[in-house]
């Protein structure tokens, strides 16, 4: 059971810093999409 939690813990901070990673690339995108259609 402990080595359950252990690996669902694992498995879940990967995915939040996957989808951490994934969300700062989305704003810096979006921000320089923005800027260019500003131009």
């Known amino acids: ?3 359950l939690l ?3 813990l694992n ?3 990967t ?3 996957f989808h951490t990673h ?6 810096i995108l979006y921000s320089f999409r ?4 500003g131009i």
């Open 1 to 3: 059971m402990f080595a």
């Open 6 to 8: 252990r690996l669902y």
């Open 11 to 13: 498995t879940f901070s």
């Open 15 to 17: 995915m939040t810093r």
């Open 22 to 27: 994934s969300g700062y690339y989305l704003v």
């Open 34 to 37: 923005n800027s260019y259609m």
